[in-house]
Nanobody
Framework: QVQLIESGGGLVQAGGSLRISCAAS????????MGWFRQAPGKEREFVAAISRGGGSTVAADSVKGRFTISRDNAKNLLNLQMNSLQREDTAVYYC??????????????WGQGTQVTVSS
């Protein structure tokens, strides 16, 4: 089992920045690829970004490329998402997830409970 706890969400103005994090415990963090997902009100949960076990490979959704950066610190069991140039459309509950690299973007094995990010105009 891997336990994931997100933090750092909040209210930010459009054009601003926010960094959210996910603390992992349980099984060895570095054994898992990690991902971020989000779910806006009335919409399905969607993939945002993912990072490989060692951090050498990343992938991001087109909607956030160039604005969001995923990173991880395996020594601290920590996953981060730096979000810049935030837009109202980025308002959502953000979830971190863990799984195998080939599946973490579609069907992760573990989920956190989410942190709310609200972007105001």
């Amino acid at each position: 089992q891997v336990q994931l706890i997100e933090s750092g969400g909040g209210l930010v103005q459009a054009g601003g920045s926010l960094r959210i994090s996910c603390a992992a415990s349980g099984r060895t963090f570095s054994n898992y690829a990690m991902g971020w997902f989000r779910q806006a009100p009335g919409k399905e949960r969607e993939f945002v970004a993912a990072i490989s076990r060692g951090g050498g490979s990343t992938v991001a959704a087109d909607s956030v490329k160039g604005r969001f950066t995923i990173s991880r610190d395996n020594a601290k069991n920590l996953l981060n998402l730096q979000m810049n140039s935030l837009q109202r459309e980025d308002t959502a509950v953000y979830y971190c997830a863990a799984g195998r690299w080939g599946q973490v973007r579609t069907s992760p094995d573990y989920w956190g409970q989410g942190t709310q990010v609200t972007v105001s105009s």
